[in-house]
């Protein structure tokens, strides 16, 4: 917050909330209806586990979608930070630090 002790170097780029601060998340389109439509949200950084725990936070349900009930990604769904699956990362445990951009891809499949 603004006026407090040793805030003076803060910019508004880089206070709670401002791009500097957060981590992007692209949502695809079947799962907009948990962000009021938004292709693209916000988070607060952390590891991909944290990103989702504050999405889920802003936007309930969320999560439930992309993680399944033993906490792992669900096998339907493709999640990158940067241009780096997950899978092959560290999963839940894979940096987002402010600034990056995840990606929630749903999986394809045909016949």
Known sequence: MRGDPGDEAM????????????????????????????????ADPGTLREVLASLDASYPGLAGRIVDDTGNLRRFVNVYVGDEDVRFAKGLD????????????PAVAGG
């Open 94 to 105: 894979t940096p987002a630090p402010a600034g990056s951009r995840v990606s929630v891809i």
């Open 11 to 42: 910019s508004p780029a880089t206070e709670k909330g401002g791009r500097g601060m957060s981590v992007s998340v692209r949502i695809p389109t079947i799962l907009r209806t948990f962000t009021g439509g938004s292709a693209e949200v916000t």
